[in-house]
């Protein structure tokens, strides 16, 4: 099993910035992808980045490519999520989520389903 927490989250000002932080823990070794999904109020939970565990790959949604950058501390063992250019629809509770299982190199999982172990969410607002 794998545990998640993530952090950083908050109220920002369109266009600013905010960095989120996801440090897993127990069984790591087991983690193919890296991932963080968000969910805004009436919807259903969006997939928003994929970071490869193994190689650094990474693959994003168009509505934040561009904008956001997900990325793997080794030393801290830990993912972010730097959010540039915030805009009001970035408005969302956001999740950290972890697949462990096998997944080939040219295969980035973007469904809830693809993925086994999440985290309890980190709410940002953005205001306009």
């Known amino acids: 099993q794998v545990q998640l927490v993530e952090s950083g989250g908050g109220l920002a000002q369109a266009g600013a910035s905010l960095r989120l932080s996801c440090a897993p823990s127990?069984?790591?070794?087991?983690?193919?992808?890296m991932g963080w999904f968000r969910q805004a109020p009436g919807k259903e939970r969006e997939f928003v980045a994929a970071?490869?565990?193994?190689?650094?790959?990474?693959y994003y949604a168009d509505s934040v490519k561009g904008r956001f950058t997900i990325s793997r501390d080794n030393a801290k063992n830990t993912v972010y999520l730097q959010m540039n250019s915030l805009k009001p629809e970035d408005t969302a509770v956001y999740y950290c989520?972890?697949?462990?299982?096998?997944?080939?190199?040219?295969?980035?999982?973007?469904?809830?389903?693809?993925?086994?172990?999440w985290g309890h969410g980190t709410q940002v607002t953005v205001s306009s």
């Open positions: 970071l490869r565990w193994s190689g650094g790959n990474t």
């Open positions: 127990g069984r790591t070794y087991n983690i193919y992808v």
């Open positions: 989520a972890a697949r462990l299982r096998f997944t080939t190199d040219y295969y980035f999982p973007k469904a809830e389903y693809d993925y086994d172990s």
